[in-house]
Protein backbone atom coordinates (compact mmCIF):
# COMPACT_ATOMS: atom_id res chain seq x y z
CA UNK A 1 0.00 0.00 0.00
CA UNK A 2 3.15 2.35 -0.19
CA UNK A 3 1.83 3.98 -3.54
CA UNK A 4 -1.62 4.57 -1.87
CA UNK A 5 -1.06 7.96 -0.74
CA UNK A 6 0.80 9.04 -3.91
CA UNK A 7 -2.14 7.38 -6.20
CA UNK A 8 -4.21 9.64 -4.43
CA UNK A 9 -2.33 12.52 -4.47
CA UNK A 10 -1.56 11.81 -8.25
CA UNK A 11 -5.44 11.71 -8.76
CA UNK A 12 -6.45 15.30 -6.50
CA UNK A 13 -3.73 16.87 -9.10
CA UNK A 14 -5.53 15.31 -12.10
CA UNK A 15 -8.91 16.88 -10.12
CA UNK A 16 -7.21 19.98 -10.15
CA UNK A 17 -6.34 20.87 -13.44
CA UNK A 18 -8.83 18.80 -15.04
CA UNK A 19 -11.56 21.85 -15.62
CA UNK A 20 -9.39 23.86 -17.31
CA UNK A 21 -8.70 20.77 -20.03
CA UNK A 22 -12.15 20.72 -20.34
CA UNK A 23 -14.85 23.30 -20.77
CA UNK A 24 -17.99 21.33 -21.91
CA UNK A 25 -20.41 21.72 -19.19
CA UNK A 26 -22.11 18.27 -19.68
CA UNK A 27 -18.88 16.84 -19.05
CA UNK A 28 -18.35 19.05 -15.58
CA UNK A 29 -21.90 17.90 -14.91
CA UNK A 30 -20.68 14.19 -14.94
CA UNK A 31 -17.76 15.16 -12.99
CA UNK A 32 -19.89 16.63 -10.27
CA UNK A 33 -21.42 14.02 -9.85
CA UNK A 34 -18.44 11.48 -9.85
CA UNK A 35 -16.80 13.61 -6.74
CA UNK A 36 -20.36 12.94 -4.84
CA UNK A 37 -19.81 9.63 -5.81
CA UNK A 38 -16.62 8.94 -4.79
CA UNK A 39 -17.51 11.18 -1.28
CA UNK A 40 -20.34 8.08 -0.75
CA UNK A 41 -18.28 5.36 -1.95
CA UNK A 42 -15.38 6.26 0.18
CA UNK A 43 -17.34 6.54 3.25
CA UNK A 44 -18.98 3.56 2.66
CA UNK A 45 -15.91 1.95 1.84
CA UNK A 46 -14.78 3.11 5.51
CA UNK A 47 -17.67 0.36 6.51
CA UNK A 48 -17.48 -2.41 4.03
CA UNK A 49 -13.85 -1.91 3.92
CA UNK A 50 -12.45 -1.80 7.63
CA UNK A 51 -14.96 -2.45 9.90
CA UNK A 52 -15.93 -5.20 7.62
CA UNK A 53 -19.48 -5.28 8.10
CA UNK A 54 -22.10 -4.51 4.99
CA UNK A 55 -24.15 -1.98 5.27
CA UNK A 56 -27.37 -1.53 3.28
CA UNK A 57 -28.80 1.82 4.56
CA UNK A 58 -26.07 4.13 4.28
CA UNK A 59 -28.59 6.28 2.09
CA UNK A 60 -29.97 6.70 5.46
CA UNK A 61 -26.94 9.08 6.53
CA UNK A 62 -26.60 10.86 2.58
CA UNK A 63 -30.25 11.56 2.73
CA UNK A 64 -30.29 12.94 6.27
CA UNK A 65 -27.37 15.16 4.98
CA UNK A 66 -29.48 15.93 2.16
CA UNK A 67 -32.66 17.26 3.66
CA UNK A 68 -30.60 19.08 6.53
CA UNK A 69 -28.55 21.19 3.74
CA UNK A 70 -32.20 21.68 2.25
CA UNK A 71 -34.24 22.55 5.15
CA UNK A 72 -31.43 24.70 6.31
CA UNK A 73 -30.37 26.67 3.42
CA UNK A 74 -34.49 27.03 2.41
CA UNK A 75 -35.94 27.87 6.35
CA UNK A 76 -33.12 29.14 7.99
CA UNK A 77 -31.10 31.14 5.02
CA UNK A 78 -28.15 29.76 6.10
CA UNK A 79 -25.27 29.69 2.82
CA UNK A 80 -23.74 26.33 1.25
CA UNK A 81 -20.45 26.53 3.16
CA UNK A 82 -22.77 26.39 7.04
CA UNK A 83 -25.15 23.52 5.43
CA UNK A 84 -23.05 21.06 4.03
CA UNK A 85 -20.96 20.78 7.44
CA UNK A 86 -24.12 20.98 9.43
CA UNK A 87 -25.25 18.64 7.34
CA UNK A 88 -22.09 15.90 7.90
CA UNK A 89 -22.17 17.08 11.64
CA UNK A 90 -26.37 16.10 11.94
CA UNK A 91 -25.45 12.73 10.06
CA UNK A 92 -22.61 12.04 11.60
CA UNK A 93 -25.38 12.31 15.15
CA UNK A 94 -27.51 10.19 13.49
CA UNK A 95 -24.35 7.93 12.84
CA UNK A 96 -23.86 7.44 16.87
CA UNK A 97 -27.70 6.73 17.21
CA UNK A 98 -27.73 4.35 14.49
CA UNK A 99 -24.30 2.35 14.84
CA UNK A 100 -24.97 2.48 18.97
CA UNK A 101 -27.96 -0.03 17.72
CA UNK A 102 -27.02 -1.75 14.66
CA UNK A 103 -23.30 -2.27 15.79
CA UNK A 104 -24.39 -5.42 18.35
CA UNK A 105 -25.29 -7.09 15.26
CA UNK A 106 -22.92 -8.74 12.71
CA UNK A 107 -22.96 -10.54 9.10
CA UNK A 108 -26.93 -11.16 7.85
CA UNK A 109 -28.39 -9.07 10.62
CA UNK A 110 -26.32 -6.51 10.55
CA UNK A 111 -27.26 -6.41 6.87
CA UNK A 112 -30.87 -6.19 7.19
CA UNK A 113 -31.27 -4.04 10.27
CA UNK A 114 -29.17 -1.22 8.42
CA UNK A 115 -31.96 -1.66 5.59
CA UNK A 116 -34.88 -1.16 7.90
CA UNK A 117 -33.38 1.95 9.28
CA UNK A 118 -33.03 3.82 5.55
CA UNK A 119 -36.32 2.55 4.60
CA UNK A 120 -37.90 3.59 7.95
CA UNK A 121 -36.33 6.90 7.38
CA UNK A 122 -37.25 7.11 3.73
CA UNK A 123 -41.31 6.34 5.17
CA UNK A 124 -41.29 9.30 7.70
CA UNK A 125 -39.68 11.49 4.99
CA UNK A 126 -42.67 10.74 2.48
CA UNK A 127 -45.31 11.30 5.43
CA UNK A 128 -44.14 13.99 7.61
CA UNK A 129 -45.55 16.34 5.36
CA UNK A 130 -45.03 19.42 7.56
CA UNK A 131 -41.25 18.83 8.03
CA UNK A 132 -40.22 17.53 4.62
CA UNK A 133 -43.21 18.51 2.06
CA UNK A 134 -43.64 14.69 1.68
CA UNK A 135 -43.39 13.33 -1.40
CA UNK A 136 -43.80 16.77 -3.35
CA UNK A 137 -40.16 17.08 -1.84
CA UNK A 138 -38.03 20.74 -0.94
CA UNK A 139 -37.66 22.35 -4.30
CA UNK A 140 -35.26 25.57 -4.89
CA UNK A 141 -32.79 24.94 -2.78
CA UNK A 142 -30.85 27.86 -3.27
CA UNK A 143 -27.50 27.88 -5.36
CA UNK A 144 -24.68 29.89 -3.95
CA UNK A 145 -24.72 33.47 -5.54
CA UNK A 146 -21.46 33.09 -6.89
CA UNK A 147 -22.96 30.33 -9.44
CA UNK A 148 -25.62 32.38 -10.84
CA UNK A 149 -23.31 34.97 -11.37
CA UNK A 150 -20.60 32.79 -13.29
CA UNK A 151 -22.81 31.63 -16.39
CA UNK A 152 -23.20 27.87 -17.46
CA UNK A 153 -19.88 26.89 -17.65
CA UNK A 154 -18.48 29.14 -15.09
CA UNK A 155 -21.37 27.65 -12.56
CA UNK A 156 -20.32 24.02 -13.63
CA UNK A 157 -16.57 25.26 -12.65
CA UNK A 158 -17.20 26.81 -9.17
CA UNK A 159 -19.27 23.34 -9.00
CA UNK A 160 -16.55 21.31 -9.45
CA UNK A 161 -13.96 22.68 -7.72
CA UNK A 162 -16.49 22.53 -4.60
CA UNK A 163 -16.78 19.04 -5.36
CA UNK A 164 -13.35 18.44 -5.61
CA UNK A 165 -12.62 20.70 -2.30
CA UNK A 166 -14.67 17.82 -0.52
CA UNK A 167 -13.13 14.84 -2.33
CA UNK A 168 -10.06 15.97 -0.98
CA UNK A 169 -11.41 17.02 2.24
CA UNK A 170 -13.46 13.67 2.63
CA UNK A 171 -10.49 11.38 1.50
CA UNK A 172 -8.07 13.20 4.05
CA UNK A 173 -10.37 12.11 6.99
CA UNK A 174 -10.54 9.14 5.69
CA UNK A 175 -6.83 8.22 4.83
CA UNK A 176 -6.35 10.14 8.50
CA UNK A 177 -8.37 7.57 10.05
CA UNK A 178 -6.91 4.21 8.50
CA UNK A 179 -4.07 5.29 9.45
CA UNK A 180 -5.18 6.36 13.28
CA UNK A 181 -5.24 3.78 16.20
CA UNK A 182 -9.10 3.58 15.47
CA UNK A 183 -8.67 2.59 11.73
CA UNK A 184 -5.96 -0.11 12.64
CA UNK A 185 -7.77 -1.43 15.37
CA UNK A 186 -10.69 -1.75 13.18
CA UNK A 187 -8.90 -4.08 10.67
CA UNK A 188 -7.31 -6.26 13.22
CA UNK A 189 -11.29 -6.98 14.35
CA UNK A 190 -12.06 -7.55 11.02
CA UNK A 191 -9.37 -9.51 10.47
CA UNK A 192 -9.78 -11.96 13.82
CA UNK A 193 -11.82 -10.10 16.33
CA UNK A 194 -11.12 -12.46 19.39
CA UNK A 195 -7.18 -12.03 18.93
CA UNK A 196 -8.06 -8.26 18.67
CA UNK A 197 -10.34 -8.16 21.75
CA UNK A 198 -7.30 -10.40 23.41
CA UNK A 199 -4.67 -7.07 22.99
CA UNK A 200 -7.30 -4.86 24.73
CA UNK A 201 -9.23 -3.41 21.19
CA UNK A 202 -13.16 -3.32 21.79
CA UNK A 203 -14.86 -4.18 18.76
CA UNK A 204 -17.83 -1.91 19.42
CA UNK A 205 -16.04 1.26 20.19
CA UNK A 206 -13.74 0.87 17.34
CA UNK A 207 -16.75 0.11 15.24
CA UNK A 208 -18.49 3.31 16.52
CA UNK A 209 -15.62 5.77 15.45
CA UNK A 210 -15.36 4.39 11.82
CA UNK A 211 -19.33 4.47 11.38
CA UNK A 212 -19.17 8.13 12.81
CA UNK A 213 -16.93 9.05 10.56
CA UNK A 214 -18.60 7.24 7.68
CA UNK A 215 -22.11 8.62 8.44
CA UNK A 216 -20.32 12.77 8.67
CA UNK A 217 -18.45 11.93 5.39
CA UNK A 218 -22.29 10.89 3.79
CA UNK A 219 -23.70 13.53 5.40
CA UNK A 220 -21.59 15.95 3.49
CA UNK A 221 -22.31 14.37 0.02
CA UNK A 222 -25.84 14.77 0.56
CA UNK A 223 -25.90 18.29 1.77
CA UNK A 224 -23.12 18.92 -1.33
CA UNK A 225 -26.32 16.73 -3.69
CA UNK A 226 -28.95 18.76 -2.04
CA UNK A 227 -27.48 21.85 -3.00
CA UNK A 228 -26.42 20.89 -6.89
CA UNK A 229 -29.54 19.39 -7.79
CA UNK A 230 -31.32 21.95 -5.81
CA UNK A 231 -34.32 19.43 -5.18
CA UNK A 232 -34.36 16.90 -2.70
CA UNK A 233 -37.63 14.31 -2.04
CA UNK A 234 -37.77 11.12 -0.62
CA UNK A 235 -35.95 9.23 -3.46
CA UNK A 236 -32.51 9.86 -1.82
CA UNK A 237 -33.53 7.19 1.08
CA UNK A 238 -33.83 4.87 -2.29
CA UNK A 239 -32.08 1.68 -2.78
CA UNK A 240 -30.96 2.53 -6.10
CA UNK A 241 -28.38 5.04 -4.89
CA UNK A 242 -27.74 2.31 -2.40
CA UNK A 243 -26.58 -0.05 -5.37
CA UNK A 244 -24.77 2.19 -6.80
CA UNK A 245 -22.63 2.68 -3.84
CA UNK A 246 -22.08 -1.05 -3.28
CA UNK A 247 -21.35 -1.64 -7.04
CA UNK A 248 -18.49 1.21 -6.41
CA UNK A 249 -17.14 0.44 -3.44
CA UNK A 250 -16.87 -3.78 -4.60
CA UNK A 251 -15.74 -3.28 -8.22
CA UNK A 252 -12.86 -0.46 -7.47
CA UNK A 253 -11.79 -2.99 -4.09
CA UNK A 254 -12.72 -2.61 -0.40
CA UNK A 255 -10.29 -1.93 2.07
CA UNK A 256 -7.77 0.18 -0.06
CA UNK A 257 -8.86 4.14 -0.05
CA UNK A 258 -8.07 4.06 -3.45
CA UNK A 259 -10.44 1.53 -5.09
CA UNK A 260 -13.73 3.46 -4.26
CA UNK A 261 -12.79 6.52 -5.65
CA UNK A 262 -11.71 4.66 -9.09
CA UNK A 263 -15.11 2.72 -8.94
CA UNK A 264 -16.86 5.47 -8.37
CA UNK A 265 -15.36 7.13 -11.26
CA UNK A 266 -15.92 4.26 -13.67
CA UNK A 267 -19.83 3.09 -12.66
CA UNK A 268 -20.83 6.98 -13.52
CA UNK A 269 -19.31 7.02 -16.63
CA UNK A 270 -20.39 3.50 -17.31
CA UNK A 271 -23.71 4.00 -16.58
CA UNK A 272 -23.32 7.27 -18.94
CA UNK A 273 -22.14 5.60 -21.60
CA UNK A 274 -24.67 2.54 -21.43
CA UNK A 275 -27.45 5.83 -22.13
CA UNK A 276 -26.94 4.58 -25.88
CA UNK A 277 -28.47 0.99 -24.90
CA UNK A 278 -31.37 2.86 -24.24
CA UNK A 279 -34.12 0.42 -22.56
CA UNK A 280 -31.53 -2.26 -22.09
CA UNK A 281 -29.20 0.01 -20.06
CA UNK A 282 -30.30 -1.26 -17.22
CA UNK A 283 -30.60 -4.87 -17.77
CA UNK A 284 -26.40 -5.05 -19.39
CA UNK A 285 -25.90 -3.08 -15.63
CA UNK A 286 -26.86 -5.54 -14.02
CA UNK A 287 -24.78 -8.33 -16.10
CA UNK A 288 -21.76 -6.43 -15.45
CA UNK A 289 -22.14 -6.38 -12.14
CA UNK A 290 -22.39 -10.64 -11.70
CA UNK A 291 -19.21 -10.57 -14.21
CA UNK A 292 -17.26 -8.24 -11.63
CA UNK A 293 -18.26 -10.63 -8.75
CA UNK A 294 -17.45 -13.75 -10.43
CA UNK A 295 -14.65 -12.92 -12.07
CA UNK A 296 -12.90 -10.14 -10.33
CA UNK A 297 -14.26 -10.59 -7.09
CA UNK A 298 -11.90 -8.60 -5.59
CA UNK A 299 -12.26 -5.03 -7.84
CA UNK A 300 -9.82 -3.39 -9.77
CA UNK A 301 -7.43 -3.01 -7.27
CA UNK A 302 -7.10 -6.85 -6.81
CA UNK A 303 -6.91 -6.89 -10.46
CA UNK A 304 -4.08 -4.07 -9.81
CA UNK A 305 -2.82 -6.04 -6.84
CA UNK A 306 -1.95 -9.32 -9.12
CA UNK A 307 1.34 -8.55 -10.29
CA UNK A 308 2.48 -7.98 -7.15
CA UNK A 309 1.75 -11.28 -5.82
CA UNK A 310 3.07 -12.97 -8.72
CA UNK A 311 6.49 -11.07 -8.21
CA UNK A 312 6.62 -12.01 -4.80
CA UNK A 313 6.34 -15.74 -5.25
CA UNK A 314 9.42 -15.59 -7.19
CA UNK A 315 10.90 -14.42 -4.65
CA UNK A 316 9.46 -16.70 -1.77
CA UNK A 317 11.98 -19.73 -2.64
CA UNK A 318 14.82 -17.63 -1.59
CA UNK A 319 12.96 -16.97 1.74
CA UNK A 320 12.56 -20.50 2.45
CA UNK A 321 15.87 -21.32 1.80
CA UNK A 322 16.69 -18.82 4.45
CA UNK A 323 14.52 -20.15 7.17
CA UNK A 324 15.74 -23.58 6.44
CA UNK A 325 18.86 -23.15 7.27
CA UNK A 326 20.07 -24.14 10.98
CA UNK A 327 20.50 -20.81 13.16
CA UNK B 1 -66.46 -3.40 16.28
CA UNK B 2 -67.53 -4.84 12.39
CA UNK B 3 -64.86 -2.89 10.81
CA UNK B 4 -62.39 -4.85 13.10
CA UNK B 5 -63.87 -8.19 12.06
CA UNK B 6 -62.88 -6.82 9.06
CA UNK B 7 -59.58 -5.96 9.56
CA UNK B 8 -58.97 -9.32 11.65
CA UNK B 9 -59.44 -11.77 8.05
CA UNK B 10 -57.96 -8.89 5.84
CA UNK B 11 -55.04 -8.79 8.08
CA UNK B 12 -55.25 -12.94 8.16
CA UNK B 13 -55.26 -13.15 4.58
CA UNK B 14 -52.39 -10.81 3.53
CA UNK B 15 -50.57 -12.94 6.29
CA UNK B 16 -51.06 -16.08 4.65
CA UNK B 17 -49.65 -14.19 1.59
CA UNK B 18 -46.77 -12.71 2.85
CA UNK B 19 -45.48 -16.06 4.68
CA UNK B 20 -46.29 -17.75 2.12
CA UNK B 21 -43.59 -15.28 -0.47
CA UNK B 22 -41.41 -15.69 2.42
CA UNK B 23 -41.31 -19.65 2.27
CA UNK B 24 -38.52 -19.86 -0.20
CA UNK B 25 -36.10 -16.76 1.36
CA UNK B 26 -37.02 -19.05 4.95
CA UNK B 27 -34.99 -21.81 3.10
CA UNK B 28 -32.24 -19.53 1.15
CA UNK B 29 -31.73 -16.90 3.74
CA UNK B 30 -32.76 -18.62 7.00
CA UNK B 31 -31.21 -22.06 6.51
CA UNK B 32 -28.42 -21.18 3.30
CA UNK B 33 -27.56 -17.69 4.62
CA UNK B 34 -27.36 -16.59 1.71
CA UNK B 35 -28.81 -12.81 1.49
CA UNK B 36 -30.69 -13.31 -1.72
CA UNK B 37 -32.14 -9.47 -2.93
CA UNK B 38 -33.29 -11.73 -5.98
CA UNK B 39 -35.58 -13.25 -3.94
CA UNK B 40 -38.60 -10.99 -4.96
CA UNK B 41 -37.72 -10.99 -8.78
CA UNK B 42 -37.96 -15.23 -8.71
CA UNK B 43 -41.46 -14.74 -7.13
CA UNK B 44 -41.92 -11.85 -9.86
CA UNK B 45 -40.31 -14.14 -12.74
CA UNK B 46 -43.24 -16.91 -11.27
CA UNK B 47 -45.99 -14.68 -11.77
CA UNK B 48 -45.34 -13.72 -15.54
CA UNK B 49 -44.06 -17.36 -16.54
CA UNK B 50 -47.37 -18.01 -15.10
CA UNK B 51 -48.69 -14.97 -17.37
CA UNK B 52 -47.41 -16.52 -20.06
CA UNK B 53 -48.28 -20.08 -19.80
CA UNK B 54 -51.68 -19.15 -19.01
CA UNK B 55 -52.92 -15.60 -20.55
CA UNK B 56 -50.81 -16.46 -24.04
CA UNK B 57 -50.54 -20.30 -24.08
CA UNK B 58 -53.66 -21.33 -22.96
CA UNK B 59 -52.84 -23.87 -20.74
CA UNK B 60 -55.38 -24.38 -17.74
CA UNK B 61 -53.91 -23.26 -14.21
CA UNK B 62 -53.27 -26.29 -12.80
CA UNK B 63 -50.55 -27.45 -16.24
CA UNK B 64 -49.45 -23.91 -15.98
CA UNK B 65 -48.48 -24.19 -12.62
CA UNK B 66 -46.78 -27.21 -12.54
CA UNK B 67 -44.65 -26.13 -15.78
CA UNK B 68 -43.50 -23.04 -14.30
CA UNK B 69 -42.34 -24.25 -10.94
CA UNK B 70 -40.25 -26.57 -12.80
CA UNK B 71 -38.42 -24.24 -14.98
CA UNK B 72 -38.06 -22.22 -11.51
CA UNK B 73 -36.55 -24.58 -10.21
CA UNK B 74 -33.60 -25.55 -13.06
CA UNK B 75 -33.08 -21.92 -12.76
CA UNK B 76 -32.44 -21.62 -9.30
CA UNK B 77 -30.48 -24.89 -9.81
CA UNK B 78 -28.24 -23.35 -12.29
CA UNK B 79 -27.74 -20.01 -10.35
CA UNK B 80 -26.67 -21.76 -7.63
CA UNK B 81 -24.14 -24.14 -9.29
CA UNK B 82 -23.16 -21.29 -11.72
CA UNK B 83 -22.81 -18.24 -9.69
CA UNK B 84 -23.42 -18.51 -5.96
CA UNK B 85 -20.82 -21.26 -5.79
CA UNK B 86 -18.36 -19.55 -6.86
CA UNK B 87 -18.27 -16.66 -4.47
CA UNK B 88 -19.76 -19.24 -1.52
CA UNK B 89 -17.43 -18.80 1.91
CA UNK B 90 -16.28 -15.11 0.47
CA UNK B 91 -18.71 -13.47 3.25
CA UNK B 92 -22.14 -11.58 2.64
CA UNK B 93 -20.65 -8.65 0.14
CA UNK B 94 -20.15 -11.38 -2.86
CA UNK B 95 -23.34 -12.98 -2.57
CA UNK B 96 -25.15 -9.21 -1.87
CA UNK B 97 -23.93 -7.99 -4.78
CA UNK B 98 -24.38 -11.19 -7.05
CA UNK B 99 -27.92 -11.37 -5.98
CA UNK B 100 -28.60 -7.41 -6.41
CA UNK B 101 -26.97 -7.83 -9.75
CA UNK B 102 -29.18 -10.80 -10.60
CA UNK B 103 -32.09 -9.00 -9.26
CA UNK B 104 -31.16 -5.34 -11.78
CA UNK B 105 -31.07 -7.79 -14.62
CA UNK B 106 -33.88 -9.89 -14.19
CA UNK B 107 -36.16 -7.29 -13.16
CA UNK B 108 -34.74 -4.86 -16.14
CA UNK B 109 -34.75 -8.12 -18.81
CA UNK B 110 -38.65 -8.33 -17.99
CA UNK B 111 -39.88 -5.34 -17.94
CA UNK B 112 -38.03 -4.95 -21.79
CA UNK B 113 -39.27 -8.08 -22.95
CA UNK B 114 -42.94 -7.75 -21.35
CA UNK B 115 -43.36 -4.32 -20.60
CA UNK B 116 -44.09 -2.43 -17.47
CA UNK B 117 -48.25 -3.45 -17.53
CA UNK B 118 -49.73 -5.56 -14.99
CA UNK B 119 -49.82 -9.27 -16.34
CA UNK B 120 -53.12 -10.74 -14.38
CA UNK B 121 -53.56 -14.72 -14.44
CA UNK B 122 -56.83 -16.20 -14.89
CA UNK B 123 -57.75 -17.25 -11.73
CA UNK B 124 -59.07 -20.98 -11.22
CA UNK B 125 -61.80 -20.29 -8.82
CA UNK B 126 -64.50 -17.66 -9.71
CA UNK B 127 -67.72 -16.99 -8.30
CA UNK B 128 -69.30 -14.46 -5.50
CA UNK B 129 -67.42 -13.43 -2.59
CA UNK B 130 -68.38 -14.84 0.47
CA UNK B 131 -70.26 -13.87 4.08
CA UNK B 132 -69.29 -15.01 7.14
CA UNK B 133 -71.40 -12.85 9.22
CA UNK B 134 -70.16 -9.22 8.74
CA UNK B 135 -66.29 -10.26 6.86
CA UNK B 136 -66.43 -10.35 3.30
CA UNK B 137 -63.97 -12.80 1.75
CA UNK B 138 -63.35 -14.10 -1.53
CA UNK B 139 -62.76 -17.89 -2.95
CA UNK B 140 -60.02 -17.46 -4.58
CA UNK B 141 -58.49 -15.77 -1.83
CA UNK B 142 -59.56 -18.67 0.79
CA UNK B 143 -58.15 -20.80 -2.04
CA UNK B 144 -54.50 -19.54 -2.32
CA UNK B 145 -54.67 -19.74 1.82
CA UNK B 146 -55.23 -23.43 1.44
CA UNK B 147 -52.75 -23.66 -1.04
CA UNK B 148 -50.15 -22.26 1.07
CA UNK B 149 -50.79 -23.93 3.66
CA UNK B 150 -50.71 -27.22 1.63
CA UNK B 151 -46.64 -25.67 0.52
CA UNK B 152 -45.72 -25.00 4.06
CA UNK B 153 -46.57 -28.12 5.01
CA UNK B 154 -44.94 -30.58 1.90
CA UNK B 155 -41.85 -28.31 2.57
CA UNK B 156 -41.92 -28.77 5.80
CA UNK B 157 -42.08 -32.58 5.45
CA UNK B 158 -39.14 -32.57 2.69
CA UNK B 159 -36.61 -30.66 5.12
CA UNK B 160 -37.45 -33.03 8.40
CA UNK B 161 -38.99 -36.22 7.11
CA UNK B 162 -36.94 -37.41 3.54
CA UNK B 163 -33.30 -38.36 3.22
CA UNK B 164 -32.35 -35.30 1.25
CA UNK B 165 -33.91 -33.01 3.63
CA UNK B 166 -31.49 -34.80 6.42
CA UNK B 167 -28.58 -34.05 4.62
CA UNK B 168 -29.28 -30.27 3.67
CA UNK B 169 -29.86 -29.98 8.15
CA UNK B 170 -26.72 -31.45 8.17
CA UNK B 171 -24.99 -29.60 5.56
CA UNK B 172 -26.20 -26.38 7.20
CA UNK B 173 -25.32 -26.98 10.48
CA UNK B 174 -21.67 -28.14 9.81
CA UNK B 175 -20.86 -28.59 5.62
CA UNK B 176 -17.14 -29.23 6.76
CA UNK B 177 -18.60 -32.38 8.57
CA UNK B 178 -21.62 -33.22 6.19
CA UNK B 179 -19.09 -33.56 3.42
CA UNK B 180 -16.83 -35.74 5.53
CA UNK B 181 -19.40 -38.54 5.92
CA UNK B 182 -20.60 -38.49 2.44
CA UNK B 183 -22.78 -35.65 1.47
CA UNK B 184 -21.99 -33.94 -1.85
CA UNK B 185 -22.84 -30.83 -0.17
CA UNK B 186 -22.65 -28.91 -3.08
CA UNK B 187 -25.75 -30.99 -4.83
CA UNK B 188 -27.36 -30.16 -1.65
CA UNK B 189 -26.75 -26.72 -1.84
CA UNK B 190 -28.29 -26.10 -5.27
CA UNK B 191 -31.05 -28.36 -4.69
CA UNK B 192 -32.19 -25.91 -1.50
CA UNK B 193 -31.71 -23.07 -3.26
CA UNK B 194 -33.92 -25.15 -6.37
CA UNK B 195 -36.47 -25.55 -3.55
CA UNK B 196 -36.52 -22.20 -2.24
CA UNK B 197 -36.46 -20.56 -5.73
CA UNK B 198 -39.18 -22.84 -6.50
CA UNK B 199 -41.84 -21.92 -3.19
CA UNK B 200 -41.02 -18.10 -4.96
CA UNK B 201 -42.16 -18.60 -8.08
CA UNK B 202 -45.21 -21.02 -7.00
CA UNK B 203 -46.12 -17.94 -4.19
CA UNK B 204 -45.67 -15.60 -7.26
CA UNK B 205 -47.97 -17.37 -9.46
CA UNK B 206 -50.83 -18.09 -7.35
CA UNK B 207 -50.68 -14.12 -6.32
CA UNK B 208 -50.54 -12.99 -9.76
CA UNK B 209 -54.14 -15.02 -9.82
CA UNK B 210 -54.88 -12.67 -7.07
CA UNK B 211 -53.66 -9.32 -8.04
CA UNK B 212 -51.50 -9.13 -10.83
CA UNK B 213 -47.71 -9.75 -11.87
CA UNK B 214 -45.32 -6.86 -12.77
CA UNK B 215 -42.16 -6.45 -13.18
CA UNK B 216 -41.30 -4.08 -11.14
CA UNK B 217 -42.59 -5.80 -7.78
CA UNK B 218 -39.51 -7.50 -6.89
CA UNK B 219 -37.67 -5.15 -4.64
CA UNK B 220 -40.91 -4.89 -2.49
CA UNK B 221 -41.26 -8.62 -1.97
CA UNK B 222 -37.78 -8.94 -0.95
CA UNK B 223 -37.71 -6.42 1.49
CA UNK B 224 -41.05 -8.14 3.16
CA UNK B 225 -39.67 -11.70 2.68
CA UNK B 226 -37.08 -10.36 5.18
CA UNK B 227 -38.94 -8.95 7.65
CA UNK B 228 -41.32 -11.84 7.65
CA UNK B 229 -38.02 -14.60 8.23
CA UNK B 230 -36.73 -12.41 10.90
CA UNK B 231 -39.38 -11.84 12.63
CA UNK B 232 -40.58 -15.59 12.86
CA UNK B 233 -36.93 -16.96 13.27
CA UNK B 234 -34.09 -17.91 10.57
CA UNK B 235 -35.29 -21.14 9.15
CA UNK B 236 -38.31 -22.36 10.90
CA UNK B 237 -40.96 -22.82 8.66
CA UNK B 238 -43.72 -22.66 11.90
CA UNK B 239 -41.82 -19.27 12.49
CA UNK B 240 -42.43 -17.63 9.00
CA UNK B 241 -45.94 -18.68 8.72
CA UNK B 242 -46.15 -16.83 12.38
CA UNK B 243 -44.41 -13.88 10.98
CA UNK B 244 -45.97 -13.80 8.11
CA UNK B 245 -49.49 -13.36 9.97
CA UNK B 246 -47.96 -11.32 12.41
CA UNK B 247 -46.71 -9.04 9.80
CA UNK B 248 -50.28 -9.32 8.08
CA UNK B 249 -52.43 -8.01 11.28
CA UNK B 250 -50.26 -5.22 12.48
CA UNK B 251 -50.39 -4.05 8.83
CA UNK B 252 -54.30 -4.37 8.63
CA UNK B 253 -55.01 -2.56 11.79
CA UNK B 254 -52.48 0.05 11.68
CA UNK B 255 -53.32 0.98 8.06
CA UNK B 256 -57.08 0.84 9.75
CA UNK B 257 -56.80 3.09 12.61
CA UNK B 258 -53.48 4.72 12.66
CA UNK B 259 -52.86 5.70 9.13
CA UNK B 260 -52.40 3.97 5.84
CA UNK B 261 -49.41 6.23 4.82
CA UNK B 262 -47.34 4.90 7.20
CA UNK B 263 -48.42 0.70 6.95
CA UNK B 264 -45.07 -0.28 5.51
CA UNK B 265 -42.77 1.15 8.77
CA UNK B 266 -44.42 -1.35 11.05
CA UNK B 267 -42.01 -3.99 9.30
CA UNK B 268 -39.13 -1.87 9.53
CA UNK B 269 -39.68 -1.18 13.27
CA UNK B 270 -40.49 -4.25 14.24
CA UNK B 271 -37.58 -5.83 12.31
CA UNK B 272 -35.16 -3.59 14.37
CA UNK B 273 -36.58 -4.16 17.68
CA UNK B 274 -36.56 -7.71 17.61
CA UNK B 275 -32.98 -7.89 16.35
CA UNK B 276 -32.34 -5.72 19.13
CA UNK B 277 -34.37 -7.53 21.80
CA UNK B 278 -34.87 -11.16 20.79
CA UNK B 279 -32.43 -11.55 18.11
CA UNK B 280 -33.44 -15.51 17.59
CA UNK B 281 -36.95 -14.05 16.52
CA UNK B 282 -40.07 -14.88 17.80
CA UNK B 283 -40.61 -18.89 17.14
CA UNK B 284 -36.99 -19.93 16.89
CA UNK B 285 -36.41 -23.20 19.34
CA UNK B 286 -32.87 -24.25 18.64
CA UNK B 287 -30.12 -21.93 19.70
CA UNK B 288 -29.54 -20.71 15.93
CA UNK B 289 -28.72 -16.71 16.74
CA UNK B 290 -31.08 -14.96 14.16
Known amino acids: ?327 | MNLALQFLANGLVTGAFYALSALGLTLIFGLMRVVNFAHGEFFMLGGVLGWVATAVLGLDFATAFVLVVAAMGVLGWLVDRFMIERVRGHGEESTILLTIGLSIFLANATLYLAGPAPMKVPAPLTGKPLFLGPVVLTKSRLAAVAVSVVLVLGAYLVIHRTRIGRAMRATFQDAMAAKLSGIRTERIFAATFALGTMLAASAGMLLASIYSAQASVGGLVSLKAFVVVILGGMGSFPGAIAGGLILGLSEAFWGGYVSTGTVDIVGFVMVILILLFRPRGLFSLNAQRA
Open chain 1, 1 to 327: MTGERSSLLFVLVLAAVFPFAVQNPYILHLAVIAGIYVVLATSLNLIVGYVGEFSLGHTAFFGIGAYAAALLSTAAGLPIWLTVPLAGLLAGLFGIVIGAITLRLQGPYFVIVTLAFAEVLRIVATNWIGLTNGPMGIAGVPQPASVAAAGIVGGKQIYYFMAAGMVAVSLYLAWRLVRSNSGRAAVAVRENRFVAQSIGVDPFLTAMHVFTLSAVLAGFAGGFYAHYVSFVGPEVFRFSFMASMIIMVLMGGKGTLLGPVLGAVIVVGLEEYLRQAQELRLTLFGLIVMAVVLFAPNGLMGLLARRPAWLARRAAPALVSNQGEPA
